[in-house]
């Protein structure tokens, strides 16, 4: 008896550096019931694929190969030119700890046949979430998502968590200590009397790709404008016009520019389509056809570090309706020279959503979407406002929408994550702006910052936006 109702061993109580996600594997693979376990092959293959298993260290022996695996488990969330190559989804690299790993579970598994038939316990103090029963109807499903730590007031994650670049906005969340905040305008030289629409940033901070409607032909067209910057503190340049490489006399927008700054991916009308240069000083290219944008990607967004493409399945309903649960195609890529592998598209269930109104926009550890939507499901025209739904890991069902600025009722669209993952672009009409439509900028910060700069967030438009006038 004592067997059969005992706990089922945590690897990390014997290592606490195992990562979450190669625990959630073992745990999953001896799970005592049948049905909880993994049902086929390919079913581990993607899970174990989905672990964020660092590179070994050179120094270790190959004896000891199976110390890949004890390490921090939050993949980096910042991309830098050049680096591509060394995903985590890499799977070539890491033949070895992965097949280290595969040999734990597998040995698990066999031990999860043999192990009587009984409920599992655990005792992870962090929040967790186990994948419904896809038999049950949609709004069971969507009622299970509501226990993410992002949401769980009463079960956060540790305040003090070491935050560095590769921190997750998704823990930072979790802890209930951080918020996004509206940091800044990006001041009159970017934002004009007329609409910006939406805009991209380099990794290094230093080049800026927007879409305005600014002295246009004909009037009310869209073109795609670029501004650079010498260092982070230095004032935009005057912007300029992208040439007719780029911008036609279609509605071109929705500009995602690469983190080197190099290749320009953008809508003209409803189709996608990307132009490229040799370096900064060089001219774009003609822009051709975007590759990606085939099929069900006809319509999509990149993640930060290009290397997940994702896609609302429903942007717009035709009639204006309660919220209900909308879903997300995700497909995923081991590098920004791979192509994206259609079999491998993940169709995820998005709960409660109204009326999207554009793309959205994706972290790179795949935990955190921040999309717009209607403020007032039963009006058609009640506003937009900024959500957010996260989730602990890939492969995880999204929390519910909660509002990114819970205390701000003033329209906002258009979010796009820079490469920090802590920060985002967006559009709005606010006080203090310029035009029919600004982009800003918010910043995840500490609550207890957000609270004690509140006063000068005020009057953010006026000492902020010094730097670039």
Known sequence: VQHREAEIPSLQDQRPDVPDSVTAVYQKMVAKKPEDRFQSVSELIVALNDCHIPNPVKETPRSKSKSAVTSNATAATISEPGTTRDSLFAIGKFRKPLI?????????????????????????????????????????????????????????????????????AADLLATGNWQWKVTQNLGPKINSREFELGADMTADGLTLIYASVRNSSPPGNRDLWISTRETQEAPWSAPLRLPPEINTDGNEEEPQISADGLSLSFRRNARWFLSTRGNLNAPWQKAIPDPIAVGKRRDYRLTPDGLSAFRPRVMIPQKVRAPADGGLMVWRRSSIEDSFDDRAMSDELLPSVTRFGNMGSMSNDGRLFIYNQNRDPEKEKSGSMLVMSTRPDWNHPWSKPIPLFPDDSLWAASPRLLRDGKSILFISKRPGGYGANDIWMAELVKKSDAHQSESTSQSTTSSVLEVSE
Do not use: K, M, R
């Open 100 to 168: 280290g790993v595969a040999c734990l579970v597998v040995l698990a598994g066999i031990i999860a046949y043999s192990w009587p038939d009984s409920s599992l316990h655990t005792d992870n103090p962090v929040p967790s979430v186990d994948l419904p029963d896809t038999d049950q109807p949609a709004d069971t499903f969507a009622d299970s998502t509501t226990d993410l730590p992002v949401l769980s007031a009463g079960d956060h994650l540790p305040q003090n968590i070491s935050v560095t670049p590769e921190t997750s």
